[in-house]
């Protein structure tokens, strides 16, 4: 559901709330319509909008930065990514002659497979491993990215002198790159996932929804004022 739909929702429970504090002689049995629990749910969904707003943010974040960290700032060239950093190592050892013909073909091949791929269809089931989510192709990236490094490492006559491309520095992009992926991960499968379904729950549970306390407070102000009443009038266009 929209983020706009749950604004839309969290507003008129708002706007029900206020309209029952001005009325005299409001005081339903059902604690959920009382006012204590309407003041008490407002507050509840508030906070859930709160803390998905946060997370949603701390991803965007995380995946922005994850996008430099492989491709670079291309449009000010101001940080290399993990790709042009691995095509810089490669035409290093190139310059270090045909003695390490070999390494410098598995580095090339390495860094044709760091290119994020896109889906092309949904994945049949979570064990499909044919599928090309950006998820997996990050990942991918990522065990590639170590892969490269184990090649340079073992390269005797690597010691370039742009810092970047030390074993260091290399390794230093890597671990950035694996650590967001963890980060990101964690986010949105840990703990947005949960509280975006905990606010479904709460927004259109059955029992104390938005949807069932705004009927029940118009049926009990209905009978309790009638429906020709002021009180009635200031609810009855209230829906969801």
Do not use: W
Not at 188 to 211: C, D, F, M
């Amino acid at each position: 559901m929209a983020e706009k739909t749950f604004a839309t929702m969290h507003q008129t429970l708002r706007d029900l709330q206020s309209a029952t504090e001005g009325m005299s002689g409001y005081s339903p049995k059902q604690t959920g319509i009382a006012k204590d629990g309407l003041s008490a749910k407002v507050t509840t969904l508030g906070q859930l909008d709160g803390e998905i707003t946060d997370k949603q943010t701390s991803l965007k974040q995380k995946q922005d930065r994850r996008v430099i960290v492989v491709n670079g700032k291309l449009e000010t060239n101001s940080e290399d990514g993990l790709v042009r950093l691995s095509r810089q190592v490669a035409t290093y050892v190139d310059g270090l002659g045909d003695e390490y013909e070999s390494q410098l073909t598995v580095l090339r091949r390495l860094i044709n497979r760091m290119a994020p791929s896109t889906t092309r269809r949904k994945p049949k089931d979570e064990k499909d491993k044919t599928r090309s989510t950006s998820e997996q192709s990050y990942a991918s990236i990522a065990k590639c990215g170590e892969e490269f490094y184990s090649v340079i490492e073992d390269i005797a006559d690597y010691s370039p002198a742009d810092p970047k491309i030390t074993l260091a520095g290399y390794l230093a992009c890597v671990t950035e790159l694996k650590t967001l992926n963890a980060d990101i991960a964690d986010l949105n499968n840990k703990q947005l996932k949960p509280l975006i379904k905990k606010r479904q729950t709460e927004y259109h549970s059955k029992t104390n929804g938005v949807a069932r306390i705004l009927s029940e407070t118009k049926k009990y102000v209905s009978g309790n004022y009638g429906k020709n009443s002021d009180e009635y009038n200031k609810i009855k266009h209230l829906k969801v």
